[in-house]
Nanobody
Framework: QVQLAESGGGLVQTGGSLTLSCTASVNINALSVMGWYRRAPGKRRELVASVTSTGFTNYEESVQGRFRIRRDNAKNTVRLQMTTLKPEDTAIYYC?????????WGQGTQVTVSS
């Protein structure tokens, strides 16, 4: 079992910044990939960014250059640093990982970007 606890969402103006944190209940060195997904109103959930245990990162095209995902292995935490936020970034953001073939999700944290 892996529990994921997200924090850091909120309301921000266009052009602002937020950092989301996801803390796992296990040592994240044992998790090969951790990621952040989001679901905007009326849209399907999409992958925003992911990072492997070796540090390889992957970003959704619209957040390239604005978002950065980082692992803090000492704190079993993955952070998503979001800058230059746009109204279209408004969504519920979910932390995600897999272990032994099972997928785990956090409860989600709301990010709202006002225009």
């Amino acid at each position: 079992q892996v529990q994921l606890a997200e924090s850091g969402g909120g309301l921000v103006q266009t052009g602002g910044s937020l950092t989301l944190s996801c803390t796992a209940s296990v040592n994240i060195n044992a998790l090969s990939v951790m990621g952040w997904y989001r679901r905007a109103p009326g849209k399907r959930r999409e992958l925003v960014a992911s990072v492997t245990s070796t540090g390889f990162t992957n970003y959704e095209e619209s957040v390239q250059g604005r978002f950065r995902i980082r692992r803090d292995n000492a704190k079993n935490t993955v952070r998503l640093q979001m800058t230059t936020l746009k109204p279209e970034d408004t969504a519920i953001y979910y932390c995600n990982t897999e272990k032994l073939g099972r997928t785990y999700w956090g409860q989600g944290t709301q990010v709202t970007v006002s225009s």
